[in-house]
């Protein structure tokens, strides 16, 4: 017969037993996700450094694995925040369609619940409400809180000024500012300003970026470097 001491000790050695068990299933739940995220990782890296070799089964596999990687960790931000990245790039190439933007924007939202304090988050659900959207009160919320937390964030300013140059014909008057404001702190980080001329370009709006460095003396630094010759030089 099991005395009261001796179920007391079985029932403590049941409850080690399982919580090792559940311990040990959590840890391989992250090891696994972290493996997903890595493959899906080295795939981007490898788009970035040779995008005319990457197709879209390559995209479709790197999706795949960010996909898992968010299935066993569901609350990792820095999982979800990679995913909506690789998804908007999908949308850029036209492998995934626009209404995919939404998925992009709910995981950015999950992402950002977990972590409020990374500035990437809030900046890229600034760009994908203005593509959703267009640039409205809710794209300057989001921008205000990038700024909030990540004020001295370059790639902050950068994507501040991508979203308002790509919207530029139809930017109300008063977001216009916040292009002019992070268009100057954008020289804070001297040569990385040539980011912003590539953007430009990109955007088609060279010319206004090159006739604003002209016309304002606060961007003489600028205009007198080899970034002004290779991009707005006649």
Not at 53 to 75: H, N
Not at 117 to 142: F, H, T
Request: net charge positive.
């Amino acid at each position: 017969m099991i005395n009261k001491r001796s179920a007391v000790y079985l029932l403590q050695c049941v409850a080690l037993i399982l919580g090792a068990v559940t311990v040990a299933y959590w840890s391989l739940q992250k090891a696994t996700a972290n493996a997903w995220y890595f493959s899906s990782l080295y795939s981007l890296q490898n788009w970035q450094q040779n995008p005319a070799a990457f197709k879209e089964s390559d995209y479709q596999s790197m999706l795949l694995s960010i996909g898992r990687a968010v299935e066993q960790d569901p609350t990792q931000p820095h999982y979800l925040h990679i995913k909506a990245n690789i998804i908007t790039l999908g949308i850029s190439q036209h492998w995934l369609p626009k209404s995919e933007l939404v998925t992009a924007r709910e995981l950015l939202l999950d992402s950002i619940n977990n972590r409020k304090a990374w500035p990437k988050s809030w900046i890229e659900l600034a760009r994908v409400q203005a593509y959703l959207e267009g640039v409205d009160e809710q794209v300057i919320n989001y921008i205000s809180r990038a700024e909030e937390v990540g004020p001295y964030d370059f790639d902050v300013h950068k994507a501040v000024v991508e979203i308002m140059l790509q919207h530029w014909s139809n930017l109300q008057p008063q977001y216009k500012a916040y292009f002019f404001k992070h268009l100057l702190l954008a020289l804070r980080h001297g040569y990385k300003f040539v980011e912003i001329l590539k953007i430009a370009k990109q955007s088609q709006q060279l010319p206004l970026v090159c006739l604003i460095l002209d016309k304002d003396s606060r961007f003489e630094e600028i205009k007198r470097s080899w970034m002004n010759n290779s991009y707005c030089a006649k």
